[in-house]
């Protein structure tokens, strides 16, 4: 599909199929990665007893490439994604892909596919999805000796259609997303997997996320569904600490920049009780990088918070600093963006 036929202003937050994915693929065999080789296809062909099927073998990332007002195209904190994929794949005892390897496949899927990379000047992206699976086959629980790492892409459109609106979203205590000690804080499909049950009950609700509570006292905020909580008090910029809490690379951006605005920033343990407290509440990731909160309400209590149907200035002003970053309309001090070139 040439550039010309995209609708840019009217893509999704969602998958469009482009030129090319990227790949290597580990033997355990031959003990090393194999050289990178580029695919057409959508599809991967995986034995039925590959462990990634049978046992959750599977971990993956998410980052994205903007075409800035420079004309420059950038990627946004391509080293954080490499050191958190690493240690996702770690915990699941598969082969680690290099730095080399992680930066290299990034790029050049990109490069491949850059038709498909939205013009600059309609809050569009590139949206990167880094995957790894564990491909050995077999019956026993344990550790796969092979593995499958894949980069493909996808233009997106922005998060909001039409503005930044807040969210409702509900606390559910009937099902928690994580075990203490268990894979809350890497970025692996049994996660997202564990949250779909009480998602789809919030929906019903006519919510549009839901607050976990942490599993072993349900007193502290964990994660708004697939984001990171944050929350503004006065002049203090708030988010959860806890092991079982994936380590946010927007959330991470967020708060330097809250810092640099003179900001108190608190990474801390949060108490469900805190929400009346808080000036502002919202969810921070990838895909919106701020997801405003307008409504908390608490299934089980049947308690409700009201946050408004603004964006609060802190937030919109963390967002636009973030973003102009990002579309390389504001010095890059930090050094977060890679140029491609």
């Known amino acids: 599909m040439e550039n010309s036929q995209w609708e840019w202003e009217s893509l999704a937050f969602d998958f469009y199929r482009t030129d090319c994915n990227v790949r290597y693929a580990y033997s355990a065999d031959k003990g090393c990665w194999s050289d990178l080789f580029v695919s057409e296809e959508e599809y991967i062909p995986v034995h039925v007893a590959a462990s990634c099927l049978n046992y959750g073998t599977e971990l993956f990332e998410g980052l994205k490439a903007f075409r800035g007002a420079d004309g420059r195209i950038r990627i946004f904190r391509i080293e954080d994604t490499v050191r958190r994929l690493q240690s996702s794949a770690r915990r699941l005892c598969l082969s680690v892909p290099t730095d080399e390897m992680i930066r290299t496949a990034c790029t050049e899927v990109v490069c491949r596919n850059l038709r498909h990379l939205p013009p600059y000047g309609n809050d569009a992206a590139l949206y990167i999805r880094p995957l790894e699976i564990g491909t050995t086959p077999g019956l026993g629980v344990k550790a796969s000796r092979d593995a499958l790492f894949v980069v493909f892409c996808s233009p997106v459109g922005p998060y909001f259609k039409g503005g930044i609106r807040p969210i409702d979203v509900a606390i559910d205590r009937e099902q928690d997303r994580a075990a203490p000690r ?76 809250a810092a640099e605005m003179g900001m108190e920033v608190e990474e801390r343990p949060v108490t469900v009780d805190e929400l009346e407290t808080f000036d502002a509440c919202g969810a921070c990731g990838t895909g919106a990088v701020i997801s ?35 579309y390389g309309r504001a010095e890059d001090r930090h050094g977060w963006c890679t140029i491609v070139e």
């Open 292 to 326: 405003p909160i307008g409504r908390i309400y608490d299934m089980q209590t049947e308690r409700t918070i009201e946050y408004g149907q603004e964006m609060h200035p802190v937030f919109m002003e963390l967002y636009t600093r973030l973003k102009d970053i990002q």
């Open 182 to 257: 268990g894979t809350g804080d890497v970025k692996i499909g049994a996660n997202y997997a564990m949250s779909i049950l009480s998602g789809e009950h919030a929906h019903e609700a006519g919510y549009a996320s839901v607050i976990y509570l942490d599993a072993l006292e349900h007193k502290y905020i964990e994660e708004c569904s697939a984001a990171n909580f944050i929350a503004v008090r006065g002049n203090s910029y708030i988010t959860p600490r806890s092991n079982t809490i994936l380590p946010s690379i927007t959330n991470r951006s967020l708060r330097t920049l």
